[in-house]
């Protein structure tokens, strides 16, 4: 089966595999086995998140309430104002999914695309000895919806309507996910395979939204907090907590995020623990010298305007460099475009990578900027300081923020040195005109004697046209193009797992996007769809087939083994 971009399922009828280079097999992708099991570990993570956003908020609420209370109305404002605007953004964007995901699609061709899938589930995608229950589960799926189905239906719309307008979105998906993970430990080893997809959805979309929420609140709210404590010179309990509540939410999401992302892909390793504690730390004191040094110059009364320029002109700048490094996220251009202004958010704080290929050279130039920005708000308010502000305390604000910086950055150096789910790195790895380690080259070749079949798909996208180049590449020119990406260094290398070969195929008509973006059936919902019902119907965990770059002809790039 052919998933298009455009929600069609078109079946193939003949799969005829392609070959690698000579030599390359050492080179391919770590493929990890299908079906993930979820490790008690792995719920004891979602909970900790769950309680990381949950005392962020709670926190946040309460101390707005004792600015209230201590009649401080300008300071109440403020607190309440990042607390509310972003969670409604995302109570929004929340609710505009779950609108798409659970949408009757008649006449659109996304419903008609599933249900093609699931009824052809049978004759294309079963496994020797699946006949028989393919076709049950097929046959329930494509049933006729009941009055009770539907009146069930309309209770969840208004189940819905009612946890985004109370601003629960968030809860109710941390919740959902745990049930999942749950019921696929509980499950036996048939039945909790069909549950991996539902649960890497979900944990795609909690993670797409609190990186959205914490940049938006968490961040404000923390410099807020901190130019509060500056400016009065004394520190409030609830002031204290409510910081670092933001303060651990942001270091924390920023970790849980990278760990989701390469969860989601398998031809990245995916992120041990020590790992994510590494990277939770890096970004836990950086972000923390940053927001400091924010503060002390907003503290400052008659330069808070020149802040709010600095601010904007940061941004400009950030997002300017990110568009042009042309990033490959989002499915349109304009969608692209909203992305990258969102990341520019995202780089007033902290680095956050959004090419693949080399990063030292970036994150080195974005470290010198960041410090050098911080190195100067400090220095200004150092000058103009309050003269009530003692020289001893002045300096020890200043070490708090120069030793902030300095633990982030050796946290850094310890993830990428010693934690790197791709292994250390070695000194030659450091130079900037080096080749990445780590990254390979494509080693998807088509058979010279692929041909392919009558129906298959070989129309351009008619909506998602955001993939980047390499189609146009000459079969006569791949070899000199192994040749010039050679590797220069060399990271541990993990065992090389075999990937699966059976079980039902969703053929997207698209080059895989590449690492650190979401793959296609995690961003468009209409590949979702499709996906979410094969795992219902199919007696395995579907497998995922994206277009070779090489070749203009839908061969398989990658296969992925779920």
């Known amino acids: 089966m052919a998933a298009k971009s455009d929600g069609t399922a078109v079946s193939l009828q003949n799969d005829i595999p392609p070959t690698c ?54 300071w109440f404002a403020l607190t309440l104002v990042f607390i509310i605007i ?7 964007l929340s609710f505009r999914w779950f609108a798409y995901d659970y949408s009757d699609a008649n006449g659109s061709g996304t419903a008609a695309a599933a249900l093609v899938a699931a009824s052809n589930a049978e004759s294309h995608f079963s496994t020797k000895d699946s006949d028989q229950r393919g076709a049950g589960r097929s046959a329930a799926v494509t049933g006729t919806r009941s009055n009770a189905q539907s009146c069930c239906r309309a209770c969840v719309w208004l189940f819905q309507s009612v946890v985004h307008v109370l601003q629960l979105a968030q809860v109710w998906r941390y919740v959902h996910a745990l049930y999942l993970v749950v019921q696929s430990r509980w499950r036996g080893d048939h039945e909790h395979k069909h549950f991996y997809w539902r649960t890497m959805f979900e944990n795609a979309d909690i993670s797409m939204l609190r990186l959205l929420e914490t940049f938006l609140k968490s961040a404000p709210q923390l410099v807020l907090q901190l130019s509060i404590m500056v400016q009065t010179g004394q520190v409030l309990p609830l002031q204290g907590l409510s910081a670092s509540a ?43 010298a940053r927001a400091m040094a924010f503060a002390l110059f907003v503290s400052i009364f008659h330069l808070r305007l020149y802040f709010g320029i600095f601010i904007v002109a940061h941004w400009c700048a950030m997002t300017f460099w990110i568009i042009q490094g042309k990033t490959d996220f989002c499915m349109s251009k304009w969608e692209e475009i909203i992305y990258n202004m969102m990341v520019g ?11 693949e290929g080399p990063t030292r050279c970036r994150l080195l130039l974005y470290s010198l900027i960041v410090l050098g920005e911080n190195v100067a708000l400090t220095a200004v308010w150092y000058i103009y300081r309050s003269p009530r502000t003692s020289d001893f305390y002045a300096v020890v604000v200043v070490c708090v923020v120069a030793c902030s910086y300095a633990l982030g950055t050796f946290f850094m150096f310890v993830y990428y040195c010693l934690l790197h789910p791709d292994g250390p790195v070695s000194g030659a790895y450091f130079g900037c005109c080096g080749v990445q380690v780590g990254a390979v080259s494509d080693p998807c070749i088509p058979s010279p004697t692929s041909v392919p079949p009558l129906d298959a798909v070989s129309s351009p996208p008619r909506t998602l046209q955001r993939t980047k180049g390499g189609e146009s590449v ?47 059936h995690f961003i468009d919902r209409r590949l979702r769809k499709t996906i979410l019902v094969l795992e219902g119907a199919a007696p395995v965990t579907p497998r995922i087939q994206y277009r070779c770059l090489g070749t203009p002809k839908e061969v398989m790039e990658y296969e992925t083994t779920v």
Not at 252 to 268: E, G, N, V
Not at 499 to 515: A, F, H, M, N, S
């Open 474 to 520: 000459q079969r006569e020119d791949i070899g000199d193009v192994f040749k010039m990406r050679t590797l220069k260094a060399s990271r541990t290398a993990a065992p090389r797992l075999t990937p699966r070969t059976e079980g039902p195929v969703v053929r997207i008509d698209l080059p895989r996007k590449q690492y650190p973006a979401w793959d296609a």
């Open 246 to 288: 933001s303060l651990v939410s942001l270091g924390w999401m920023m970790a849980s995020y990278q760990k989701t992302l390469r969860d989601s892909r398998d031809d990245k390793l995916p992120m041990s623990y020590k790992s994510v504690v590494a990277h939770m730390l890096w970004h836990l004191f950086t972000v923390g």
């Open 345 to 355: 958010i995202v780089y007033i704080f902290c680095w956050f990578s959004v090419r």
């Open 86 to 92: 972003p969670s409604v953004v995302v109570q929004v």
């Open 21 to 74: 280079l000579p030599g390359l097999e050492k080179r391919s992708p770590q493929w990890r086995p299908v079906g993930k099991e979820y490790s008690l570990l792995d719920c004891c993570w979602t909970l900790c998140a769950f309680l990381v956003f949950f005392s962020d908020g709670a926190s946040d609420l309460w101390l707005a309430a004792e600015y209230y209370l201590r009649r401080d109305y300008w």
